[in-house]
């Protein structure tokens, strides 16, 4: 077990969303944050036929890996495959160091697979809290981010979760 691993880990603390800041934000959300918030939302809304203890932990493993990498966007011009290897081969090497690694790792490639229903509906988690986290940030600023709802209801009424953005 690496302590200096979980120290950075806890980098992700301190790692702004970079769509946020592209759009011109200050003082935004870290990802950290996002994973606490796409956490937050599977909890409460996980279908009951789903594994709800597989979501969180994969919730909470989503994004650990951009510790390393960075917050990578699709306004980054890195390609999806590229992206995924990279956030690879930062997993394994964290997972190596770390009690549940194995788990996490496992978790994250689920997760990047898209192919179980526990995964494919965290999909739709991740983009819900950033279409919600757009009203937060849209209440306090001048700045037009109807494009991340936009983009998250396609997605969600694509994958079979309507509700979801509905009131």
């Known amino acids: 077990m690496s302590r200096e691993t979980f120290i950075e880990i806890l980098g992700l603390k301190e ?9 011109g934000l200050t003082d935004v959300e870290s990802v950290a944050s996002h994973s606490w918030g796409v956490a937050f939302l ?8 789903l594994d709800r203890s597989r979501v969180l932990e994969m919730a909470v493993c989503h994004d650990v890996a951009e510790v390393r990498v960075g917050d990578i966007t699709p306004h980054d011009g890195v390609a999806e495959d590229e992206k995924v290897a990279m956030e690879t081969e930062a997993m394994m090497d964290i997972a ?7 788990r996490m790792l496992e978790l994250f490639q689920e997760y990047e697979m898209g192919v179980t229903p526990e995964s494919r509906f965290l999909k739709l988690c991740d983009k819900l809290d950033m279409a919600l986290q757009s009203y937060v940030y849209q209440s ?14 396609k997605l969600v009424v694509e994958h079979g979760f309507p509700n979801l953005l509905r009131n």
């Open 15 to 23: 790692l702004d969303r970079a769509g946020w800041l592209r759009s």
């Open 42 to 49: 599977a909890f409460h809304l996980c279908p009951s036929e």
């Open 96 to 102: 190596s160091k770390l009690p549940q690694g194995e």
């Open 140 to 153: 306090r600023t001048e700045v037009d981010l109807s494009n991340f709802r936009i983009t998250a209801s």
